[in-house]
């Protein structure tokens, strides 16, 4: 068994992995957090995309048992989508309005 595959998903020793990806996209990690941040930026847009997964497989899975949503809960859905990108939308155009460039983020600390 690889090393990596005894441990669940959050615990175990750091490893480092040889990934590629386009400069720009590395450029503006960089420059969001600097070059002592992007794993851990990294590993946390890692985290979010493993949620989103399990949570694409549960609704296909419930869908399979119960059916589609009704059109009132997809226009439901819809509405508190598009409430949720305006609020953020408003949050960035406020963060830019003070003059930076975004919020700064900092990795989790290790426990």
């Known amino acids: 068994m690889d090393s ?10 750091a490893q480092k992995v040889s990934v590629s ?7 503006a990690v960089k420059a969001r957090v600097g070059a002592r ?8 847009a890692v985290e979010r995309q493993i949620q989103r997964d399990l949570l ?3 609704l296909q899975t419930k869908e399979a048992e119960t059916g589609p949503p009704s ?9 508190i989508f598009h409430e ?3 609020m953020a939308a408003t949050e960035r155009a406020d963060v ?3 003059g930076s460039d975004g919020p ?6 290790a426990s």
């Open 37 to 44: 941040g992007f794993s851990a930026y990294v590993s946390a």
């Open 21 to 27: 990806m386009p400069a720009g996209r590395i450029a």
């Open 56 to 58: 694409e497989e549960l």
């Open 96 to 98: 830019h309005r003070e």
């Open 4 to 13: 990596a595959e005894q441990y669940g998903k959050d615990d175990g020793p």
């Open 71 to 79: 059109a009132d809960v997809q226009a439901w859905a819809a509405e």
């Open 84 to 86: 949720a990108e305006s």
């Open 104 to 109: 700064e983020w900092h990795a989790p600390k």
